[in-house]
């Protein structure tokens, strides 16, 4: 049996999901038996070692409920070009865009890109994300799809952070199908989902559902099929242009909409209408360098629930930290940082069905635990580029 026992907890910040609101507890103790949290309460009488937090704040881990971490190299040449005045749309049309990481996938090796995810987790870890939903997507046929699930899986297996995986293999359509979109879409429906079912790695299904990448109807019948297998939908929505993704989204049942810098008011009224999640990814916003944030007091107005992740790719989101995105969040979109916390932990949590683990510091969950080299949850997001970690737990441990 393993035991510790964090003293001296300054302030606890964590959901309380009877009162819908972040709760403040001072002066407890935190008792941990074999990865579970057994007690808060003042002066625990028990024998085991002990953890001096000296009177720091203490969060739950983060949950970062979007990312793209499996790609061999890094797209720094269309940061350049954006710094000239392209777009990430222009730059697609011309070839780069998600399509740029696909050679690299399809010719790295399994062992490689394990070498580069394992890193990549590595740094996720650091910053206090202790379970990240992680997609595939740029493979784009059969066989580069499986081997990035299996990477994600391979990782998961060796590494301590948790990998929930989702299979995104219509993130674009790939060279080959430039010309025959319809040909991609039955590619996915009648041999990718399948394969990828059989596989049993992803949980989730994800499109790009978005005007110039996967229209509605052509969604659709990809989210369908995947619901058939098993596999629950989830969709990169109205990022760019309104395209009636978020009312997809809600008509389909997906567990998430992420993005919606462009949802319309019908959208936001559906997704409220099907408890969908709007998952907001204001770090692309931001890395773009655009102003268009996500509506997120519309939303929020309309009662929809909001998580929020970092969209960590090569291409338009090359962020990995959440603290940092709850800056923006916080600076960009006028999230309380109550709001903030709620949304990069026990919300994106629940999108990934795992809200009853993980997602708030609560006697029965997961020990996954942040202690901060800070006093007060407001200087989190008020110290933007740093990040004052003094441990990171998981499970019980100290990993970082
Ligand atoms: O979420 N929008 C689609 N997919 C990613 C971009 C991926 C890439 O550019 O490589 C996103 O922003
Ligand atoms: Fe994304």
New binding site residues.
């Given amino acids: 049996m393993s035991k510790i026992k964090l003293i001296n907890v300054g302030e606890i910040a964590t959901y309380n999901n009877r009162t819908k609101n972040i709760d403040y507890i001072i002066d407890k103790e935190i008792l941990i038996i074999d990865g579970i949290i057994k007690n808060i309460d003042e002066d625990i009488i028990d024998t085991c070692k002990i953890f001096d937090c000296k009177d720091k704040l203490v969060t739950p881990g983060f949950v970062d409920p979007?990312t793209?971490p499996v790609?061999l190299d890094g797209?720094e040449e269309?940061f350049g070009l954006r710094m000239q005045g392209a777009t990430?749309q222009e730059i697609?049309k011309k070839g780069g865009?998600?399509n740029?990481?696909v050679n690299g996938v399809r010719n790295a090796s399994i062992e490689e890109l394990v070498t580069l995810v394992t890193k990549r987790m590595d740094r996720f870890l650091k910053l206090g994300t202790t379970t990240v939903e992680a997609k595939s997507?740029?493979g784009l046929n059969v066989e580069s799809e499986l081997k990035s699930l299996k990477v994600l899986d391979t990782v998961n297996r060796n590494h301590v952070i948790d990998i929930i995986p989702t299979f995104?293999g219509a993130?674009?359509f790939p060279p080959e199908y430039k010309n025959d979109h319809d040909g991609y879409i039955d590619l996915l429906c009648n041999e990718m989902i399948p394969a990828v079912a059989d596989q049993g790695i992803a949980k989730y299904c994800d499109i790009?559902c978005?005007n110039g990448?996967f229209n509605i109807e052509q969604s659709r019948r990809l989210l369908k099929t995947a619901k058939k297998y098993g596999l629950t939908p989830r969709l990169?929505a109205d990022?760019f242009e309104d395209s009636g993704a978020a009312e997809l989204a809600a008509e389909i049942g997906a567990v998430s909409a992420?993005?919606l810098m462009a949802i319309s008011e019908v959208g936001i009224a559906k997704l409220a209408d099907a408890n969908v999640t709007a998952t907001l990814?204001p770090g692309?916003t931001f890395f773009l360098g655009s102003t268009n944030y996500a509506p997120v007091k519309k939303l929020m107005e309309a009662e929809v629930n909001i998580a929020l992740a970092t969209?960590y790719?090569?291409?338009?989101?090359h962020i990995q930290s959440m603290p940092f995105i709850i800056s923006l969040a916080c600076i960009y979109m006028g999230l309380s940082v109550e709001d903030a916390l709620i949304s990069a932990t026990f919300n994106s949590a629940k999108t990934l069905s795992l809200d009853r683990e993980i997602g708030s510091v609560e006697v029965g969950k997961n020990a996954d635990l942040i202690i901060w080299d800070l006093e007060s949850l407001i200087e989190i997001p008020y110290c933007v580029t740093d990040v004052p970690i003094m441990k990171v737990m998981k499970n019980g441990k100290f990993v970082s």
């Fill in positions: 979007h793209h790609f797209r269309e990430y697609a865009g998600i740029s990481s997507g740029y995104l993130h674009a790009f978005e990448y990169h990022e992420d993005h990814l692309t969209d790719n090569p291409g338009s989101c």
